[in-house]
Nanobody, 126 residues
Framework: QVQVVESGGGAVQAGGSLRLSCAAS????????MGWFRQAPGKEREFLAV????????DYADSMKGRSSVSRDNAKNTVFLQLSGLKPEDTALYYC???????????????????WGQGTQVTVSS
């Protein structure tokens, strides 16, 4: 059974930082690109960042460039999203997702992802 579990969310003040983690099990982690998304109340799910299965390629949404960094540790089946310069508009439920990788490029499209976590809440106060 595949499990994807996010952690590291919380409440921070504007300008603060958080490091989100996502642990995956029940799959061959190195075969999957790993993406981060978020969804705020009343809004659609938004792509944030993705890292290729080898870690050699990353892609960021414009809203997160310069304020985030995605990394992974394939030995520990874990992917990370470092967030900095947080703003109140970054408040959302943050999701990690796994996209099967071989012969497919990392995607920004949530429909291409095979497994999702339950999310971790990030709340930024002004």
């Amino acid at each position: 059974q595949v499990q994807v579990v996010e952690s590291g969310g919380g409440a921070v003040q504007a300008g603060g930082s958080l490091r989100l983690s996502c642990a995956a099990s029940g799959l061959t982690f190195r075969d999957y690109h790993m993406g981060w998304f978020r969804q705020a109340p009343g809004k659609e799910r938004e792509f944030l960042a993705v890292i290729s299965r080898t870690g050699g390629t990353t892609d960021y949404a414009d809203s997160m460039k310069g304020r985030s960094s995605v990394s992974r540790d394939n030995a520990k089946n874990t992917v990370f999203l470092q967030l900095s310069g947080l703003k109140p508009e970054d408040t959302a439920l943050y999701y990690c997702a796994a996209q099967i990788g071989p012969f497919r490029p990392p995607s920004r499209d949530p429909k291409r992802y095979n497994y999702w976590g339950q999310g971790t809440q990030v709340t930024v106060s002004s």
